[in-house]
């Protein structure tokens, strides 16, 4: 017997002001099911209850795992349903355990209740518990309680009305309905760790806009195509249609940025270019931000003089979700997007990168190597010639 | 028999170029010493090796657990030592097996060697593996190998020419060594977030200094108090002497900003007045940056149009290590840090809070607002009337 439905629960969304909270939840439902009919999973209906969500099907497992991808979404799992009556429920569970557990193993009875019922939740415990000790027995298995080191959790969670079984919670992002904070732009380097920025910005609501900043030699494509496959995972998770990475072609920028005179500025040069860029960009979007992967001392650009002398190009905001991240924090988030993968490629170095990148400059140097060139009209002719390849 | 010393792994620093690596190795070094001696405890030299420390101690507990207290450090583990001879070891395994297992445990041997030795690492562990079994059966004890779920990891590392044999791996908070990535001022309000955005910039490298605005009413206490308090516990993860919290007499300049006209803005116009206030006492300072608590979407004066607007009024860079987090992620954080308890304590709300804060004002709004004030004659009292309380 399969679980029937699927319970979904989301968390801080249920702190929220009544207005707000059914605007999230109209939200979540409808991310739910752009995503069930993305991967056409069969559901016959979402049931809406406080704090959470309940979906009939057929296939459970796959309802439950796509829901988990939901943002706002804290948890789902694949239940048996039964009337709030201890009897039934304990029958339930009965009848279930031949494929709850299996010969020799530990299990332990987590069970909850509302608190208008006449049973206790121990109650609830020890009866499912002894009925499934005495089910194994029929069939000759040996199981056994151990409530500190089981090898399966049975939960049990009674309701007003119904009661559900479960033993598998697959953990969703949390965070607040993609799109309900409003647009970003994510600078999406391919590397590892923008899309993972970008996604935690997503996670807290944003809608996010990849930007990619094209500066290989035209013959190296495994750049670009690393930034394409990267932005595709993040698509997934984006409950919308059409999704357009947009590119920015830097080869030609960048190689007038490497001025022999000022090489040591050349990684700073670039990256305020693309910042200015990303600016223009983003207000073309309409978005509000611009999200980047740098995280405080990681590599040479990344010190506090040179993040200073970033910031100070542009007027719009820079949110860097890494900023007080290691790299083994970034790594363990890039495996559980789904980036991890293609983003810790090695596709060969940036060609401009001197020997020695300067770690502390001053915004004097910088402008004075920036008056050599047409800075404005970089922008936008670049901005012009920016290209969108489908993601999604 | 006691470990005789603690091994202290650093990760990302092994990374560095030599030049970096040793000054960074020099910095933790004197991070551990500030700390043990903070604590008086008794230990003879540091050793320095390859990517580790080691440290003989009479005290190994309690310096392994001051070291992972130090920024840039891995984790710690009290080690018996021994000769690294496989002999040796398996005898050294048998004479510590009472103290390390206990009647019926299960146990699994972790064994890792240099490739000089002749013995492989499989060896190692079957060969202590079976000498454990053997000195339990000795005391009439029955202990038994499981790879998959043991309760005692018995991990065997063998160098060059000694080998250790430990159990215990206390997690350190990583990064890199505090302060070697210059200064930055933290808005410190006392609550949750803003201890957590400064510990993770502190993490990062950061010297953080703390700065905290006073609002409240002269007879409510808590507010500082809070403060206070939470500041003491960031101040022990700083190897420094004499930390000061640095506090400015906000409540008649909240009072001011509560305009009847523009009341709706209260929140805004305070936290812009903080901004500007902030970034003064960060060039006093000569710090880099300003680190605040915020997170997308989490309340009213978090949105992105909010957050544009607060940037826009100083050029300093502001970090916002939390942006991306949600809320359970952020008290995870405060319990591993130690701030959690006290700043989640009700104290209280702010008095000047309007019943509807605006989520979606103008900067021309706010420009309009603040024309109505001598904004630069506040800011400026506020810098001259700065306090300062000692945290450690």
């Known amino acids: ?41 069969p559901y ?49 569970a009965g009848s279930l355990t031949p494929q709850l557990l299996c010969d ?23 009866q499912v518990g002894a009925k499934i000790i005495e089910a194994a027995n029929t069939t000759n298995q040996l199981v056994h309680v151990d409530l500190d080191n089981p090898d399966v959790e049975i939960h049990v969670e009674v309701r007003q009305k119904s009661a559900f079984i479960f033993t598998q919670i697959i953990k969703g992002p949390g965070g607040l309905p993609y799109g309900s904070q409003g647009v970003v732009l994510g600078l999406h ?38 930034a394409i496959k990267s932005a595709e995972i993040l698509a997934e998770w984006m409950p919308e249609q059409n999704i357009e990475l947009r590119i920015i ?15 040591k500025l050349t990684c700073i040069l670039c990256k305020r270019m693309m910042y200015r860029i990303g600016a223009m960009v983003a207000a073309q979007e309409k978005a509000r931000a611009l999200v980047t992967g740098e995280t405080l001392g990681q590599v040479a650009s990344q010190t506090l003089t040179n993040l200073a002398i970033l910031d100070s ?9 890494l900023i007080g ?24 170095e940036c060609f401009a990168v001197p020997s020695q990148p300067s770690i502390a400059t001053t915004l004097a140097d910088v402008h004075e190597a920036e008056s050599q ?7 936008l002719i670049a901005i012009n010639n920016i290209k969108r390849v489908a993601v999604a």
């Open 249 to 263: 072609p830097f080869y030609e920028i960048l190689r007038r940025l490497q001025m022999p005179k000022y090489r």
């Open 1 to 41: 017997m399969e679980p029937d439905r699927v319970l979904v629960r989301y968390g801080e969304i249920g702190l929220k002001s009544p207005g707000i909270r059914r605007h999230f939840e109209n939200l979540l439902l409808k991310h739910i099911k752009v995503f069930l009919a993305r991967k056409e999973i």
């Open 313 to 321: 190009v542009v007027t719009v905001p820079i949110f860097r979700p």
């Open 104 to 126: 020799g193993q530990k299990f332990a009875v987590r069970a909850r209740r509302l608190k208008i019922h006449k049973f206790s939740s121990p109650e609830v415990a020890t």
């Open 373 to 379: 060139l047409p800075i404005e009209e970089m922008v």
């Open 189 to 226: 380097s391919g590397g590892l760790d923008s899309p993972v920025a970008e996604w935690l910005m997503m996670k807290r609501g944003a809608k996010v806009i990849p930007l990619y900043f094209d500066a290989a030699a035209p013959v190296e494509k495994q750049f670009v195509d690393r």
């Open 325 to 348: 991240m290691d790299k083994t924090e970034t790594m363990t988030l890039a495996r559980r997007i789904g980036t991890y993968q293609v983003t810790s490629q090695d596709v060969g």
């Open 44 to 92: 016959s209906k979402i049931i809406r209850e406080r704090g959470r969500f309940f979906i009939p099907t057929s296939q459970p497992q796959k309802v439950a795992e796509t829901a988990s991808r939901v943002f706002g979404i804290v948890s789902s799992s694949p239940v048996w349903t039964v009337s709030a009556n201890l009897e039934k429920i304990v029958a339930l």
